[in-house]
């Protein structure tokens, strides 16, 4: 499971952390991401972490937000930077997890419950 937390409100150009935390599994956490969906919006890809820490970014919060991680504590981070009202929605973190059963691998995806984040002008 996914616990998701950080959101509020806060006045444009400002900034909030948004953390992600996977509780215990036998699966092992490949890649993670940050999703989310505004007003009236279909959900959007915000950045990612990849198993070897490689990160990837939307065009429009390239430069403001930072995705990062804790293996150790199996979280992953959103840093967000000079908010913007369109930045406003619900977040989602998001992580790819892998585990051998019966000798099988097998991958699995997996949701947090979303962190409303209001970004006031």
Request: contains cysteine; charged residues 15%; hydrophobic residues 35%.
């Amino acid at each position: 499971q996914l616990q998701a937390s950080g959101g509020g409100l806060v006045q444009a150009g400002g900034s909030l952390r948004l953390s992600c935390a996977a509780s215990r599994s036998t699966f092992s956490l490949l890649n993670m991401a940050w999703y989310r969906q505004g007003p009236g919006k279909e959900r959007e890809l915000v950045a990612t972490i990849g198993g070897g820490a490689g990160t990837s970014y939307a065009d429009s919060v390239k430069g403001r937000f930072t995705i990062s991680r804790d293996i150790a504590k199996s979280t992953v981070y959103l840093q967000m930077n000079s908010l913007k009202p369109e930045d406003a929605g619900i977040y989602y973190c998001y992580v790819k997890g892998r585990a051998v059963i019966l000798g099988s691998i097998q991958d699995r995806d997996f949701w947090g419950q979303g962190t409303l984040v209001t970004v006031s002008s």
